[in-house]
């Protein structure tokens, strides 16, 4: 029997890379939706192509215009709308929901998909910032495996297959640095987006390629590394790394270190999450070592401030990384719609931080109302 895959953002980098796996292994998945929000074009070209059970355009205002251009496709169903996400993610013949959408947005169908017991191929990383530990408490009470699709968590949870129940000393969870690694605060003042769009070693998404150059990505990680692996802060390191060739390493109690190390290609951690335990063959680069000369420094918390603040927010706990996340969304676009400049974005994050009240023991009614408090409050900080 194929594995049926729901992907929930199938027209973006993920997305789009996880159709590559999924053609490449015909024999073993089959598509049984696929999800956008705005890209109604290429949603029905893959529809086309993959001929899945049924499509869903997040953003109703497209429904018409997707549903006429299925038209001659009777055998899939078009749905839109946020409702429409939560409810086809619990469809029965789905074993796995690969959450390959951004921000916030990921965590309702999230939530639906583990309470219907569905394995998850996490990529949104933005679900377990906002609301960890009732994920992590929904997952195990429901019996649904949480598997990383991040590179870093990829592999650390590669470093940790076979360990039993070996504990983790600490985790070093690599960076790149971004496009900006040696610039000065004075010069990260000027930066533009269209060169903080530029990455040097991954190609993707816009809103995680600025997330990347400020590093709250990185920030982002070391609270997806908490949650997944069971791990304090204070035992997970952050190394720049820029070749991006280590893509994590866990050490043990006995001081041995094991890493998974790779040419940057997100094809592998997408595959390694759908076809765990086993390993597929993967098309492409192998790892050439003589070629990459690794190089291992400290992150500047002074000139990457957010990293800084999302190390505050994990420390502070409760609603304080939803917080952090919805100021990021906002001044992340603002950025990219030069609305503020580079160093706006931590200022504006860390007033939000200051104004939105706290709270130690949310619910998920409370990560909805802080999400939109924090928005509403950078919004205006923003100006
Ligand atoms: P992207 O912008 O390329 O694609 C996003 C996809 O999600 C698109 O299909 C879009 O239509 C859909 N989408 C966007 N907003 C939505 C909304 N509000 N509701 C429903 N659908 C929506 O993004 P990406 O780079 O593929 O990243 C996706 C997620 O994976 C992010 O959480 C990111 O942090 C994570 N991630 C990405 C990479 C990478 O290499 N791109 C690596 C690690 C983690
Ligand atoms: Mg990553």
Redesign the pocket.
Known sequence: MKKQIAI??????????ALEVIEEHSDLYEVYCL?????VK??AEQARKFKPAAVVI??ESHYEELKSMLADCPDINVYAG?QA?DDIVTAGPIDMVL????????LS?TIQAIKAHKKICL?????LVVAGELICKLAAENHAPILP???EHSAIFQSIVGEGDNKIEKILLTASGGPFRTFSTEQLATVTKDHALHHPT????????I?SATMM?KG?EVIEAKWLFGVEADRIQVLVHPQSIVHSAVQFADGAVKAQLGVPD?RL?IQYAFSFPERLHLNGERLDLFKHNLEFFEPDLNKFRCLALAYEAINKGGNMPCIVNAANEIVNRGFLEDRCSFLDMPRIIERTMQTVAFDANPSYDTYIATDAEARRVAKELMG
Do not use: C, H, Y
Request: a negative charge; glycine letters at 12%; proline letters at 4%.
């Open positions: 929930l953002g199938s027209t973006g980098s993920i997305g789009t890379q999800t956008a929000n705005n890209r290429e949603l997040a953003n946020k996400l959450t390959a959408m951004v921000g916030f947005a990921g169908p990529a949104n990383k933005e679900t699709v991040d590179s991954w190609d993707m998404g816009a809103k995680i390629t997330d990505n982002f997100m951690p």
